[in-house]
């Protein structure tokens, strides 16, 4: 495992993070708590110290899970936790619901009490990361939650100022980045193989500031571990049933056959973990935050090639 700073007031970090949206509990299908929490201590023993969650996450139940395998480690004192928050889910808790609803909130009063609420699940004093949840742009332009975040910064509740930028919406929030450098330390940004808007503007705009840059969605839901085909189909409470609907799928998997040459000639790693290697390679990125729901899956994503390996203009570029 590599390590790199997140970014120039960021912590040290390995390069591959685990993502614990997929282990949540809802949005993915049913989980086993007892299989996630394997998956967990499995990334950590890999090296993996950089963990990615939310608030929203299972209601909170990512959260909980990530406290109960931190309690259990010996390296707890190294291991950086990056939530988020401005997703409302609190009035939805005890609702029969398939998938989770989007009901933003990134009032400086629901942003406060949102972190006070992580800070009780992680059983911290201070959040190390605290990201925007993907904020459309005219919320971005408003003040208010630029202040919440450095409020709760001076009051010693986070460590980092985060934000995690709206997909597909990367150019056009980029102007955001700019006028919040000195206060956003890391973004999160949707990129992998087959979506890169943000090496536009965003990415030249995070260099220039010396920003940290996550990156999530690395797999495209899995799909860029070659798993799925044309007729694959999810079930009601996996959002993928929307996000990789047919159609979408159908004009994903045309785009990932550019990648067939490629994926022969370096078939000494799998899709995934060339994906993956995809993404780090970008100088502008510092994590790649795959969701790894097995011990398997985990062991997969974390022995990925770097930089020095493959690097960045080895990958073929996307034909549109
Ligand atoms: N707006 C935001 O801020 C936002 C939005 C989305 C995600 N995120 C963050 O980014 C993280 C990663 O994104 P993501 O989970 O949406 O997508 P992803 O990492 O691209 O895909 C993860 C899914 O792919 C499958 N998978 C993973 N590794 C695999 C392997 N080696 N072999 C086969 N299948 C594998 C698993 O699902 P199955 O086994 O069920 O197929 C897993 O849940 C999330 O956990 C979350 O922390 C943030």
């Not at 509740?157 to 997909?167: C, D, F, M, N, T």
Request: with cysteine; glycine share 6%; aromatic share 10%.
């Amino acid at each position: 495992m590599k390590y790199t700073k997140l970014g120039k007031r960021g912590p040290e970090i390995s390069t591959i993070g685990f993502g614990s949206w997929g282990i949540s509990g809802r949005d993915w299908g049913k989980t086993d708590d007892k299989n996630s929490i394997k998956a967990l201590h499995t990334a950590l023993d890999e090296g993996v110290n950089f963990i990615d969650t939310a608030d929203v996450y299972g209601f909170g139940h990512s959260e909980e899970l990530i406290r109960q395998v931190l309690s259990e480690r010996k390296d707890r004192d190294k291991i950086v936790v990056a939530t988020k928050a401005g997703n409302n889910f609190y009035p939805y808790i005890n609702k029969d619901l398939k998938v989770s609803p989007l009901n933003h909130d990134y009032s400086e009063k629901h942003l406060i009490h949102a972190a006070e609420e992580s800070l009780k699940r992680l059983n911290t004093e201070c959040l190390d990361i605290l990201q925007l949840h993907s904020p459309p742009t005219d919320i971005l332009e408003r003040d208010e939650p630029w202040e919440a975040l450095t409020r709760l910064k001076s009051d010693g509740k986070i460590r980092h100022a985060g934000w995690s930028v709206q997909s597909f919406r990367e150019s056009e929030q980029t102007h955001i980045l700019e006028r919040h450098n000195e206060l956003i330390d890391v973004i999160q940004v949707r990129y992998n193989l087959l979506e890169r808007e943000a090496e536009e503007k965003l990415f030249p705009a995070a260099m220039k500031y010396g920003t940290g840059v996550i990156v999530r969605i690395p797999l495209l839901f899995g799909l860029l571990t070659g798993k799925f085909d044309k007729n694959s189909t999810f079930g009601e409470d996996d959002h993928r049933k929307l996000n990789l609907a047919p159609e979408k799928l159908r004009a994903y998997i045309d785009r990932m056959d550019t990648f067939n040459d490629f994926f022969r000639v370096y078939s000494n790693y799998s899709p995934a973990q060339l994906s993956l290697g995809f993404c780090i390679s970008h100088p502008a990125c510092h994590v790649a935050i795959p969701s790894g729901k097995t011990p398997a899956q985990v062991r997969e994503n974390t022995a990925v090639p770097d930089s020095d390996k493959i690097p960045y203009k080895a990958y073929p570029k996307l034909k549109l």
